[in-house]
């Protein structure tokens, strides 16, 4: 299985990006998939998170009402919208999949994801 994100760059406080990550080497819709971020000299973080089915998802505080992640099983694609950017979200923002037997379930910590894609630096910045 490999991952293969896109669309990060420089964007000013206020700004939007979409982000795209393309799954290929498996059956998508087996995947609970999920973005995170990792900040210069801070842990990675989970950021978004969504199940299988896409009826349950995951966003940490600090994105809630600003960034929306969604899935396209026809396209194998899972995106995370991101809006009214900050300096605080500049980062690299990985995604990452594992095979979720039930499709409800929507992992949010690094060590339950197996997969995971190179990274694509966001930099919020004026």
């Known amino acids: 299985v490999q991952l293969q994100a896109s669309g990060g760059g420089l964007v000013y406080p206020g700004g939007s990006l979409r982000l795209s990550c393309v799954v290929s080497?498996?059956?998508?819709?087996?995947?609970?998939l999920g973005w995170f971020r990792q900040a210069p000299g801070k842990e990675r973080e989970a950021v978004s998170c969504i199940s299988r089915s896409a009826a349950n998802t995951y966003s940490a505080d600090s994105v809630k009402d600003r960034f929306t992640i969604s899935r396209d099983d026809v396209k194998n694609t899972v995106n995370l919208q991101m809006n009214s950017l900050k300096p605080d979200d500049t980062a690299v923002y990985y995604c990452?999949?594992?095979?979720?037997?039930?499709?409800?379930?929507?992992?949010?910590?690094?060590?339950?994801?197996?997969?995971w894609g190179q990274g694509t630096l966001v930099t919020v910045s004026s």
């Open positions: 080497g498996g059956t998508f819709d087996i995947y609970a």
């Open positions: 990452a999949a594992v095979l979720a037997a039930r499709r409800t379930f929507v992992p949010t910590k690094q060590y339950e994801y197996v997969y």
